[in-house]
């Protein structure tokens, strides 16, 4: 189903693989990448039969390094407050179905903010992370110094932008940056594992499961934990908690159809 220029994109039952592929600079994205993911990112959004995204780079080198530094250099004020990559990067948080970023390599400035806006990072041994950005004169602008500080801490956060440090896999996975750890060859088989392990559970309660956690982030906990009865009150009425309970006391592996 490729149809794509900078994207390798392919589907295997529900599991939709986007593949970055721009290796002749280093997966960077540029504008014409954005819009591809853009691309994907709606046909996610809007074909049933996919149940999640897994989001790699080509190689075995690189996820995403970045922003393409050639057409950075030619960004002025009215691209900036654009936010093109900022704007995707919402959109993929946004997304309502799971999302997983497997970082097979180096994930650097726009490539770490690409995966903090995934749902699940699982990175290889030898993968690199970090926000290079000020050793440019620029900042993380793509979510960089507001997704960072929720996963690892304001402290942690500060000092990565400002020094430009980079992690490696193992230290990213002792902060959170990362949920896991695996050697490169089976991390594409281990990214297709976790997300059939969450396409098994109900679609529903996974959808609005991921919309409170992410939302609650914003708000109160008084005003998130009322959301929270709401959406549990509407999870009542549907089919999928009746088989899913049904199933459990019959001891028997359930059935989901999203209802």
């Keep these: 189903m490729n149809e794509f220029h900078s994207l390798d994109v392919a589907r295997a039952a529900s599991i939709l693989t986007v593949t970055i592929n721009r290796p002749e600079a280093r997966n960077a994205l540029n504008a014409q990448a954005i819009a591809e993911l853009r691309a994907v990112l709606e046909l996610a959004a809007e074909d049933d039969d996919i149940g999640g995204v897994i989001f790699t780079g080509h190689g075995e080198r690189v996820f995403v390094s970045g922003a393409d530094i050639a057409e950075l250099r030619g960004r002025d004020l009215k691209s900036g407050l654009g936010g093109a990559t900022q704007r995707l990067l919402s959109e993929l948080q946004a997304l309502d179905k799971p999302t997983?970023?497997?970082?097979?390599?180096?994930?650097?400035?726009?490539?770490?903010?690409?995966?903090?806006?995934?749902?699940?990072?699982?990175?290889?041994?030898?993968?690199?992370?970090?926000?290079?950005?000020?050793?440019?004169?620029?900042?993380?602008?793509?979510?960089?110094?507001?997704?960072?500080?929720?996963?690892?801490?304001?402290?942690?956060?500060?000092?990565?932008?400002?020094?430009?440090?980079?992690?490696?896999?193992?230290?990213?996975?002792?902060?959170?940056?990362?949920?896991?750890?695996?050697?490169?060859?089976?991390?594409?088989?281990?990214?297709?594992?976790?997300?059939?392990?969450?396409?098994?559970?109900?679609?529903?309660?996974?959808?609005?499961?991921?919309m409170i956690t992410r939302t609650s982030m914003d708000t109160d906990e008084t005003t998130g934990l009322m959301v929270e009865r709401l959406a549990q009150a509407l999870l009542y009425t549907t089919d999928d908690k009746r088989e899913g309970t049904g199933a459990f006391l019959e001891r028997r592996t359930p059935e989901f159809k999203g209802e």
């Design 100 to 210: 997983i970023a497997a970082i097979n390599g180096h994930a650097l400035g726009g490539g770490c903010e690409f995966a903090l806006a995934c749902d699940i990072r699982i990175a290889s041994a030898d993968a690199r992370m970090g926000l290079p950005e000020v050793g440019l004169g620029i900042i993380p602008g793509a979510g960089g110094t507001q997704r960072l500080a929720r996963h690892v801490g304001l402290g942690r956060a500060v000092e990565m932008i400002l020094t430009g440090r980079l992690l490696d896999a193992h230290e990213a996975q002792r902060i959170g940056l990362v949920s896991e750890v695996v050697e490169g060859p089976q991390l594409p088989g281990r990214a297709r594992e976790v997300m059939q392990g969450i396409l098994q559970k109900a679609p529903l309660a996974i959808r609005l499961a991921k």
